[in-house]
């Protein structure tokens, strides 16, 4: 074929705008500096890939739905992100620990709004479903909009479709809830691994999603600080108490959240192992 796939295009353009980005740091200072050039090189990117897309005609539908689901979402996702991010630190209070903390906490629990009011098409990425995709991923299509919005009468169908935004700004929005979990936790992070007794250390060595599942639990039956205790700081302690990674746990209860059985596996399985181990140790 004389022009290259868009596929294969898109690809190789990812690849290069991440290297790019890994190039810039967004901690320490001049941090607004750094948003704003990793945006413009996500910028130049889909510029790029909007100019290959004008002139390429798809092979056929399977192809375009995968561009549009796949592809132009990742890229729209990083222009999210960054775009998002911006607004939120040029808008982060300068002074105490406090204020900050509690800036933070505030754009964490609209996050988590907005992930809930798409928790449809969430569960549509999550599970990894295809039967709406001629409607989602089509641009000829007729693309049903769940909700009155503005902006998607404005939206340039040439280049993507409004689910292909749509998936990208809850992928854009799961990276930023990272973002302000890893800055909430540097901010509460006071307590290290290395502060533990090296006798009194424990490695977590069961799948991740179990430990996210007795963190909820744990939240759910109040048995923390009266109550009052939030997943947060929760999953914050248990992941310096387990040396365990915990900065997604919020996607990974999500997932947890969608199963077609039982959504409490890990719990069922210790209680089957409690009864066990007290009818062995009963003699019984």
Known sequence: MGIMSILNYSNQLYEKLQLDLAVVKLEGDNRLIKLESAFSLVDKAMD???????????????????????????????????????????????????????????????????????????????????????????????????????????????????????????????????????????????????????????????????LVELIYSLKASGVFNHGTADIREIAAIMEILFDKDMKDYYRTFQEIRIRKRSRTVFLDLCKDKLESYMEESEGV
């Not at 222009?79 to 800036?103: A, C, D, H, T, W």
């Open 48 to 210: 790029a890939l909007k100019r290959y897309l004008v002139s390429y005609k798809f092979e056929d539908e399977e192809q375009e739905i995968i561009f549009f689901k796949f592809y132009m979402s990742k890229f729209l996702k990083d222009s999210i992100f960054y775009s998002e991010l911006f607004g939120i630190e040029s808008n982060r209070p300068v002074g105490s620990r406090k204020y900050m903390k509690q800036f933070y906490e505030k754009e964490l629990r609209g996050v988590r709004d907005f992930l809930t009011d798409q928790q449809g098409l969430y569960n549509y990425m999550l599970l990894k479903k295809s039967h709406f995709d001629r409607t989602y991923f089509l641009r000829n299509s007729q693309s049903p909009i769940l909700k009155p919005n503005l902006f998607w009468h404005t939206l340039d169908t040439r280049f993507c479709t409004v689910y292909t935004v749509s998936f990208a700004r809850i992928e854009a929005t799961l990276a930023i809830s990272d973002y302000l979990y890893e800055e909430l936790t540097n901010l509460n992070g006071d307590l290290k691994i290395k502060d533990i007794p090296k006798k009194f250390n424990l490695t977590w060595t069961a799948p991740k999603v179990y």
